[in-house]
T-cell receptor, first 109, second 113 residues
Framework: DAKTTQPTSMDCAEGRAANLPCNHS???????VYWYRQIHSQGPQYIIH???NNETNEMASLIITEDRKSSTLILPHATLRDTAVYYC??????????FGKGTRLHILP | GAGVSQTPSNKVTEKGKYVELRCDPI?????LYWYRQSLGQGPEFLIY????????DSGLPNDRFFAVRPEGSVSTLKIQRTERGDSAVYLC???????????FGEGSRLTVL
């Protein structure tokens, strides 16, 4: 019973913005939206998290809809090194992080 | 400082043997997670420690799996009577708490022959 729904895979051209969608229609008011990614043969890597407001850091931007039922992770200028599985997770503060199947993002040269 | 360290990086064992996997978290991180990951799947939650105690062990698949964190730092995942289905990468992550970043180790790859 995954709390999030993500496309299985996506392609993006190198240098373009990669927009990864995530649906979380049953999100509760105290649940945060987290994004992690996992490059082949490595442990998952934290990208960003948010509660209500849009967030930006050196890696990505997170856009959360006003009703909080969906969000989009934006990698502004994708490179080949961004090829990875991207996981969208919702979880309350101080609770366990449960991973789903994620989106396999292919950056095309 | 050092990140999360997991040993061994690779372990090959025979069916029925006992295995211990070790996780050395980032210093000062009170929370520690264990996950396992099979090929093509996302990490599967096993257990989560706050300090020395298991805050949530609902992901442990059966009583062959057990984890300890006696001094609130290093943790050991113990698997008894290993089965071929236990073959996976076992990931450890530590966390300072609150909404924020889990720091993962590189994992221990377990192969049960």
């Amino acid at each position: 019973d995954a709390k999030t729904t993500q496309p299985t895979s996506m392609d993006c051209a190198e240098g373009r913005a990669a927009n990864l969608p995530c649906n979380h229609s049953t999100i509760s008011g105290n649940e945060y939206v987290y994004w992690y990614r996992q490059i082949h043969s490595q442990g998952p890597q934290y990208i960003i998290h948010g509660l209500k407001n849009n967030e930006t850091n050196e890696m990505a931007s997170l856009i959360i809809t006003e009703d909080r039922k969906s969000s989009t992770l934006i990698l502004p200028h994708a490179t080949l090194r961004d090829t990875a599985v991207y996981y969208c997770i919702v979880s309350p503060r101080d609770d366990k992080i449960i991973f789903g199947k994620g989106t396999r993002l292919h950056i095309l040269p | 400082g050092a990140g999360v360290s997991q040993t061994p990086s690779n372990k090959v064992t025979e069916k029925g043997k006992y295995v211990e996997l070790r996780c050395d978290p980032i210093s000062g991180h009170t929370a520690l997670y264990w996950y396992r990951q099979s090929l093509g799947q996302g990490p599967e939650f096993l257990i989560y420690f706050q300090g020395t105690g298991a805050a949530d062990d609902s992901g442990l698949p059966n009583d062959r799996f057990f984890a300890v964190r006696p001094e609130g730092s290093v943790s050991t995942l113990k698997i008894q009577r290993t089965e071929r289905g236990d073959s996976a990468v076992y990931l450890c992550a530590s966390w300072v708490g609150g909404p924020g970043e889990l720091f993962f180790g590189e994992g221990s790859r377990l192969t049960v022959l």
